[in-house]
């Protein structure tokens, strides 16, 4: 009788676990709401819930490309670099119109995530050491095309920025569309159970006869796609094209929002809803933080903290 009591104890616990992992992201972002309402003056607002959205919006559109990234047992750090490089493509083109800016904007993150699809492989180099190439490659190209920080004066850019449909500013509106049709990929798509397959285990997948390099390199082409998307809304928002700092630590945010989001390292899996939440829970502790007069460096210590519970997470989650 003690033994299975003691067993039963043990099941429990195992249950519990897995619930806190696979479902705390979303405690995690109720606690903090409902803790914000408490000790937060004016949190619950729409000014505030305006503004809460707008800055979590391209956090959320690269934590959705880096999940597939990383669903396909990889990662891509390049994410930040492209944000930057799209600003500085926006600035470059914008004389042609808003629209062929952005366009050229898009293309030009998606040759970035061509080139470290075509590295993983193709050349088989090892995901993190490919985007960390064009993370530094794109940051510098970047730079190049525009040295320093120059004012966006573009009605079309600024009514993106700031606009909205009844209240909710286009940058959420946006993406929100976007996780819905990512959510779609993943689970409806025979590309998104390909790329399953594949980050679950490359060798299966090989042997089965899918297109391995061809899904690869569609996965990273659409993060680059992403990211670049994000530069373009986050540069709309602030008016201005910033390069030296736009995107800077986006990488690790992303990567954040998607293992806390249930998406582990390992790969084979992508949990679209969590990342969102993820993402989400990010935004509330930065601006908690911000909104309490704390320092930026207390903001970046507790989202280091948040990283370290998350790839533990991730990691006794691979256990079970």
Do not use: C
């Amino acid at each position: 009788m003690t033994e299975l009591s003691l067993r039963g104890a043990e099941l429990d616990k195992t249950r519990m676990v897995r619930l806190l992992q696979d479902y705390g992201v979303y405690a995690g972002v109720v606690v903090l709401f409902l803790v914000n309402v408490v000790v937060t003056p004016n949190f619950v607002s729409a000014e505030n819930f305006r503004t809460q959205a707008v800055q979590v919006a391209p956090v959320l559109i690269v934590a959705l490309g880096m999940a597939l990234a990383i669903g396909s047992e990889g990662v891509d750090l390049s994410v930040g670099s492209v944000m930057a490089l799209s600003t500085s493509l926006i600035s470059l083109y914008l004389g042609y119109g808003p629209w062929i800016a952005i366009l050229v904007a898009v293309l030009g993150g998606m040759l970035v995530g061509l080139a470290n699809g075509s590295l993983i492989a193709f050349v088989g180099v090892q995901p993190i050491v490919a985007t960390l190439a064009l993370m530094v490659a794109g940051r510098g190209l970047a730079l190049v095309l525009l040295p320093q920080l120059k004012d966006i004066r573009d009605p079309g850019m600024a009514a993106l920025g700031s606009g909205g449909v009844l209240g909710i500013p286009y940058l959420a509106l946006i993406a929100a569309a976007l996780a819905v049709a990512v959510a779609f990929v993943v689970r409806r798509t025979t590309f998104g159970r390909r790329l399953l397959a594949i980050g679950d285990s490359r060798p299966a997948a090989q042997l089965a006869g899918l297109p391995v390099r061809r899904v690869l390199i569609g996965a990273y082409v659409l993060s680059g796609a992403l990211a670049a998307l994000a530069g373009v809304l986050a540069t709309a928002r602030l008016t201005a094209s910033d390069p030296t700092s736009l995107g800077t630590l986006m990488e690790l945010s992303a990567i954040t929002a998607v293992v806390v989001g249930g998406t582990p390292l390992s790969g084979g899996r992508v949990r679209i809803g969590g990342t969102v939440a993820g993402a989400v829970l990010i935004q509330l502790l930065t601006a908690t933080l911000i909104k309490h007069d704390l320092p930026p460096s207390w903001t970046q210590i507790a989202q280091a903290v948040v990283i370290v519970a998350a790839v533990y997470a991730a990691r006794e989650r691979g256990k079970r």
